[in-house]
């Protein structure tokens, strides 16, 4: 299943501390980017589309100079000139990096990759800034019992204490299925 993330935005409350996209902050010595990806990654979602906006080169770049180094263990001989990697992070990973525009909303962002989700029955979007440790199989599992057409969890800011879980009316779907969300509700689980 395809993964899209959102990675577009301006970055309007770390803008003063930093001059990068929120995905490409780092915890310890990789972006919360990278993080997500690797969760996703953990459950068997290999196939990522990243909606790009604001200073897209950053993340771009991060990817084209990846540095396998960081994070793995390996052997370095004959002087610096030979290298071996014990174990590789993104090899089984595939990237697609689409400009989705700068002022672009989520929906306009979406629609922009449409084209890159052809043939998908179902597909998997979040934004990039934020992290979580929900079982995405149970979640995954929920969604379809439910026979629902999308959803979302939430996590509300002020009390991470407590989950929500918003239904959407409607889904979120391009021009040939259904229209677009209208409204949503939440509800506590």
């Known amino acids: 299943m395809k993964v899209v993330l959102f990675c577009g935005g301006l970055g309007l409350r770390i803008r003063d501390a930093e001059d990068i996209p929120k995905p490409m902050v780092n915890i310890g010595y990789r972006p919360i980017l990278w993080h997500l990806m690797k969760y996703y990654s953990h459950y068997g979602h290999k196939d990522f589309i990243l909606c790009l906006g604001h200073q897209a080169e950053i993340v771009k770049n991060y ?25 590789r ?7 697609t990096f689409a400009d989705t525009g700068i002022n672009s909303n989520l929906g306009e962002r979406l629609k922009a990759v449409e084209k890159y989700l ?20 149970q979640q995954l599992e929920h969604f379809h019992q439910h026979c629902r057409k999308a959803t979302t969890t939430c996590f509300l800011r002020f009390n991470p204490s407590i989950t929500a879980q918003c ?20 509800k506590n689980l």
């Open 118 to 137: 052809e043939g998908e029955e179902e597909f998997l979007v979040n934004y990039s800034d934020g992290l979580t440790d929900l079982p995405l199989p």
């Open 89 to 95: 992070d993104i090899d089984e990973w595939r990237i």
């Open 167 to 186: 239904e959407l009316t409607e889904a979120l779907t391009f021009s040939k299925r259904e229209s677009l969300i209208t409204s949503a509700r939440k």
């Open 63 to 87: 990817f084209r100079n990846y540095d396998e180094c960081t994070s793995n263990d390996f052997v370095l001989s004959s002087g610096g000139r030979k290298l071996e990697l014990f174990n």
